[in-house]
């Protein structure tokens, strides 16, 4: 909008005058300048004080549409790696459809042993073949090593195949409260862990002043506030809204009293004591302040029945955490100390020691720092320890070292509550329905004949031996127990006339599946040893990685000693293989479509955003023209009103 500044009149003086006349002709240059600067710009305003509203949501929208812009390559970066994820999945599933139709064809007991040793280089081959695609890379960044992008995942130990990486996500940042999986894991696409052997038995861990109050009651934790205190007459409130280990809470009732008398608090070994600090007797309720829960979480409420001092707290479950002392342990009795357990992987034998060490994550460290690749950690409820075997091609199996640590932590994988079906990889042994399935000759000479039908752990077949009515001679008696040394189980009986032997029953092959017999061989015969003959078996109780990697190695294995009777179960287990593939494959295939919907969402976002931009700060073109014109006729206008104003003098008037 153009204006004039007022003529200059005739009562003014000319000082005056010269300054008004200026000021108009600044006025007007400056309107046109910053007009010609709109125009050059495109911009309404060059500075935030000339609108700071505007500013403002300018300055929120440009945040937002530089965010849209970074997540938005942030999710074609991830787009492009799932990208190559996919190319690589689909060149190992044709790997693996390949081998599959090799098991078929390996069935066959008519091929050559030229046509035999073929098809044992083909697998050789794809297991190399898979092996370099589970080692593949993006960007310099191993795909499917989880976080441990520098450092390939995958490492030949021997004839196993070891996992080294970890099972994390690479998440990328796809909105402000989103995250996205750029990647599939080893364990989704080839199947690299076993399922866990998780502890049979509760560790119990006891209770100490550090112990934190959220993990108390299995990790539920304590709804802290405030708790009463009252002996019938007297009464007080403790306030433990603060308070964060049990430490706390003890302090904070040692510094009450009750009336005349003051309180004391302690700890017992899975709870909390209190009673009053003199030691007498007398009623002692505890209860909670309004509609709060910290006494009955802490266990000491007892408002429902009349209590005098002391009162003992019940159980309040902590969960492991990996500060849990060892000698916390089954409610404060610990671990025997220097004990040791034997964990055996493949043919590689490793001790782990409990000697030095005083906490579950030095236990935890001792065992990932022996050289077995295995996986230890704190099951999910907080009181049991669970092993993962991470070595493909090979069986991990946990026993004793001359002690019994392995049971007591319920880790051994072939104890007394061993399920029958879980041996041998999960395959179970081989009984007889009708009739009798092992048969021991005595030491003179005499069988004993063992009915297995029915039974369903390793103890139930211990017990059926041991416990049979014909085997309580103790001068033929034949004992079976657990080796403390490994595992496996020991048939030992006194010296005789003839050597203790073992065979199955006709139809059965409950003696191969309990290890006590090689398979392949009929019978086995014991081994003297001083006054005793023992049959010893051997470990059936190890647990193996269920993926790509172990199929093949058992499958090149298998193919090598021409054990054609294992080829169903392999091809079961491929099968399984595929389909892990496949759904990893779909995994993918899910995850570029969220990118992609994401991605269009966020481009319709940034062109909102644009849009609000350029409404709050971008100048009307055609107003902006419109005004420079009538300002620069404005200031022509202004010039021949000045140039004549000034030119006045005493004789025009005259």
Known sequence: ?????PAVSSRATTQLGIVRTLYQLHTDQNNINTLMEQLSTGHRISKASEDPAAAIRTFAARRQLSFREQTQANLTSADTMLSTSESTLSQAQDILNEMRGLVVESGNNLLSTEEIDANLERIKAGISK???????????????????????????????????????????????????????????????????????????????????????????????????????????????????????????INASSLGPRTLKASLTTNGLRVEYLDGGSGQLRIGEVGSGSTAADLGIYNLESITSSPVVGADLNPVLTVRTKLSQLFGGTGLTAASSLQVTQGSKKYTISISGISTIEDFINRIHRSGAA??????????????????????????????????????????????????????????????????????????????????????????????????????????????????????????????LQLQNAGGSGAAWGLGLIPK???????????????????????????????????LRDAIQSGSVETLPNLTASLDGDIQRMAMARGVVGARQQNIQNIKDLSSELQLTLKENESNEIDADLAQVISDLQSRQAALQASLQLMGTSLRQSLIDYL
């Not at 909008?1 to 500044?5: D, E, I, K, W």
């Not at 078996?537 to 058992?554: H, Y």
């Open 130 to 252: 898979l092996f370099d695609l589970a080692n593949s890379k993006f960007r310099d960044q191993y795909i499917f090593g989880g976080s441990k992008v520098n450092n390939s995942p995958l490492e030949f130990f021997g004839d196993t195949v070891r996992f080294v990486g970890n099972e994390t996500n690479l998440d990328t940042i796809a909105d402000y409260s989103t995250t996205l999986a750029a990647n599939v894991t080893a364990e989704d696409a080839f199947g690299i862990r076993s399922e866990r052997i998780v502890s049979n038995v509760d560790l119990d861990p006891s209770v100490a002043s550090t112990t934190q109050l959220s993990i108390l009651n299995r990790g539920d934790g304590v709804r802290t506030g405030a708790i009463s205190f009252s002996d019938g007459v007297n009464s007080t409130e403790v306030d433990l809204a603060s308070a964060y280990t049990l430490q706390d809470v003890v302090d904070a």
């Open 520 to 554: 392949g061989e009929s019978e086995i015969v014991g081994t003297v040893s001083g006054s005793t003959t023992s049959i010893r078996g051997t470990d059936v109780g190890g647990v193996e990685v269920d993926g790509v990697f172990s199929t093949l190695i058992r």
């Open 1 to 5: 909008m153009t204006s004039f500044y």
């Open 374 to 499: 295995l996986k230890v950690d704190i099951d999910p409820t907080g009181r049991f320890l669970s092993v993962q075997n991470l070595e493909s091609g090979s069986s991990l199996s946990i026993g004793e070292n001359g002690g019994n640590l392995a049971s007591r932590l319920g880790l051994r994988t072939m104890d007394t509550g061993t399920f029958l079906s879980d041996l041998n990889n999960g395959d179970g042994i081989e009984i007889n329905e009708n009739g009798d399935d092992l048969i021991f000759t005595r030491n003179d000479g005499t069988n004993l004949r063992i009915d297995l039908q029915g039974v369903q752990t390793i103890s139930d077949v211990l017990d059926r031996i041991n416990n049979n009515i014909s085997n309580s001679n103790p001068a033929t008696r034949i004992t079976a127990s657990l080796t403390n040394s490994g595992n496996g189980i020991v048939l030992s009986t006194p010296n005789g006339t003839q050597p």
